[in-house]
């Protein structure tokens, strides 16, 4: 049996106490978040409450209790009361996100469930078709092949159907509308939709390459499509303004309009030029302040002046209160502190950047890492990371991310340091200027970089080619 022994070790560990923690996840959270999550406290502490206009009556009580109770002190301060206001915008990863339901309007998929009802559709049929709406997804795609969908029926509903069945149940759904609903692959949609299209010159010609010659299509080897079908460059490029024409996503267009993308963005700061001044101010639209209710305040001081005879379920009404206090006090300071970090974060941005937030030009945005900005305010990285995640700043040009503002640098050829961000802004000005029948490869752009005492890579032109979205030089090809 092995022996058991005793020892003694001394460890430094570091904690993060609740009210740290509190802070943290309200640094993180935009400002219509923020007054979501107010909402919830207010809802889940009955201390805290909304000040409204009518005065506060908090007098004060000086009276000492003993060493093992509170003192009224730490709650009956008139300076708790914050005088921040506030308002709400982003997500937290911390935070459940949860989309607002619409009663009004008719879904995706509740119109093609109205249409299959007046179709000739045996009752059978009928059910088989549901089961392949269901499998259909929000772009108005299906995405699973009709084998695995027979192979589900039969284990899950004991159908045995076979793919035919399906296919010839599938092309009744390609008739629904939108054009293009129910198409297993890009080409088929799109070929779904020029079939219903009249039938003139254009859009048989578009029919054919989409059916015969859709890769040279998708990959714009326009010579070849015009050899092979002995047409004209006009020819082809009506041909191709009768594509453009169709919607890859048939099932976008019908989909709730009131989704996360269209959404407005309400910016957390604003930042006003008056006179070449930049002024900076939180949004604080529309939101009460926040007190502790007077009420529990009142229970507290009754109860410091009867405490001797007071009861054990009066004591432990006292416990609960001092708890909810306590919590209240720790909310409202996480509220101050975090407007306080906020906009000592932006200040220094925009400190730091002065010279483009006086004009907005791109091309002016220095070289700022997070590090940059957590040595001017003194605060951890990670906080400077919390304030810049999911925040927006309204200017005098424009809504913008604060994470827009922070960019890698590199040395020119005269050895002045330049943002990556006026290098994106230069390379997308050289692409929006060149010979769409002859578009400028990533060896030629960064040749032209180099002209410009930039110094970049072949490989380096890639990367913030593709990270402001642009295509490969032979996907920019126009005719």
């Given amino acids: 049996m092995p022996s058991q022994k005793l020892s003694l070790q001394q460890k430094l560990l570091q904690k993060l106490s609740p009210q740290q923690i509190q802070v943290i996840k309200l640094l993180e959270i935009p400002t219509i978040q923020l007054e979501q999550r107010i909402k919830k406290e207010i809802e889940e502490n009955p201390v805290l409450e909304l000040l409204d206009d009518e005065p506060v009556d908090q007098s004060e009580d000086n009276e000492n209790n003993d060493s093992d109770e509170f003192s009224l002190e730490d709650y009956m301060d008139e300076d708790d009361t914050p005088s921040y206001k506030l ?169 709730n309009p009131h989704n996360r993308s269209n959404q407005v963005i309400v910016p957390d700061f604003t930042l006003d030029n008056v006179d070449g001044e930049l002024i900076l101010s939180l949004n604080q639209r529309n939101v009460p302040d926040l007190r502790m209710n007077n009420s529990y305040l009142d229970m507290l001081k009754g109860y410091t002046s009867n405490r001797k005879s007071a009861s054990k379920n009066q004591k432990e009404a006292v416990q609960f209160v001092k708890q909810k206090l306590d919590s209240a006090k720790w909310f409202i300071d996480a509220i101050k502190q975090r407007q306080q970090t906020l906009l000592l974060t932006m200040s220094e941005i925009i400190d730091f950047q002065k010279e483009y937030f006086k004009e907005g030009e791109e091309t002016k945005l220095r070289p700022m890492i997070l590090k940059d900005i957590a040595d001017r305010t003194e605060l951890d990285i990670s906080t400077i990371s919390r304030v810049s995640n999911s925040k927006y700043i309204q200017t005098h040009f424009g809504i913008y991310p604060l994470k827009y503002f922070f960019s890698e640098g590199m040395q020119k050829d005269t050895g002045e340091e330049v943002s990556t961000r006026e290098i994106k802004k230069i390379l997308e000005e050289c692409i929006e200027k060149e010979d769409k029948r002859k578009p400028l490869t990533d060896d030629r752009l960064a040749s032209i970089l180099k002209e410009k005492s930039y110094p970049i890579a072949r490989r380096t032109v890639a990367k913030y080619r593709e990270q402001l979205g642009i295509p490969v030089a032979r996907l920019r090809k126009e005719l």
């Fill in 87 to 255: 308002n709400a915008n982003n997500y937290s990863k911390d935070d459940k996100q949860v989309d607002i339901p619409y009663s009004s309007g008719t879904s995706f998929y509740e119109s093609l469930n109205e249409q299959l009802g007046v179709t000739e559709l045996t009752d059978q049929q009928k059910m088989l078709a549901q089961y392949i709406i269901g499998n259909i997804d929000e772009d108005g795609y299906l995405r699973r092949d009709l084998m695995s969908i027979s192979d589900d029926l039969a284990f899950t509903m004991n159908m045995n159907v076979t793919e035919q069945e399906l296919e010839e149940i599938l092309e009744v759904i390609q008739d629904f509308d939108p054009a293009g609903v129910g198409a297993r692959s890009l080409q088929e949609c799109l070929l779904l939709q020029i079939q219903r299209k009249k039938g003139n010159d254009s859009t048989c010609l578009a029919s054919r390459i989409l059916q015969h010659s859709f890769d040279e299509f998708t990959k714009k080897h326009y010579d070849k499509i015009i050899h092979k079908y002995e047409i004209t460059e006009d020819e082809l490029k009506e041909a191709f303004n009768e594509i453009l024409k169709l919607n890859p996503k048939p099932g976008g267009s019908m989909n």
